[in-house]
């Protein structure tokens, strides 16, 4: 970070820094020493987070041009060694259901926010009695 006046939150990292340190029993830095190894990791981070969105635009494309999964990749990388490792994405673990149907945890059940006989909306009891119909079973845990 270029030295300015007013850097108060170069002051703030190395404070607080120095109070970690003290909790784990390592020499605290002072503002110089923190302005010094922030100016080398925030390079560092730009570079990565550069890397990530580009790949990340690359298999959002595919998607959108519906690439067959086997194009797609899953990226490793650490710019330190460098390494960059890209793998076949495995298929998702699929689980039975009682009617011999299977389902994983990328499936979709869905259900249309259908309203009620007397034109209210759909109860969660009614949502969860709809997944439990499609499922064949009773729904024990419900996330959003």
């Known amino acids: 970070l270029p030295p300015r006046a007013g850097n108060g939150h170069v002051e703030f990292v190395a404070a607080a820094g120095g109070l970690r340190a003290?909790?784990?029993?390592?020499?605290?830095?002072d503002a110089a020493e923190t302005r010094r190894i922030a100016g080398r990791i925030i390079?560092?981070?730009?570079?990565?987070?550069?890397?990530?969105?580009?790949?990340?635009?690359?298999?959002?494309?595919?998607?959108?041009?519906r690439a067959p999964v086997r194009l797609h990749r899953n990226a490793f990388l650490n710019?330190?060694?460098?390494?960059?490792?890209?793998?076949?994405?495995?298929?998702?673990?699929?689980?039975?259901?009682?009617?011999?149907?299977?389902?994983?945890l990328?499936?979709?059940?869905?259900?249309?926010?259908r309203a009620g006989e007397d034109g209210t909306a759909t109860?969660?009891?009614?949502?969860?009695d709809a997944v439990g119909d499609h499922a064949g079973g009773e729904v024990a845990t419900l996330s959003h």
């Open 79 to 104: 710019l330190a060694l460098p390494f960059f490792a890209f793998t076949e994405p495995a298929p998702a673990p699929s689980f039975p259901l009682p009617d011999g149907r299977t389902f994983t």
């Open 22 to 29: 003290l909790c784990y029993g390592v020499a605290p830095a």
């Open 106 to 113: 990328w499936d979709r059940i869905v259900v249309g926010g």
């Open 123 to 128: 109860s969660l009891r009614d949502l969860l």
């Open 43 to 65: 390079p560092a981070m730009i570079t990565t987070t550069a890397v990530v969105s580009a790949l990340s635009c690359v298999e959002t494309f595919k998607l959108l041009l």
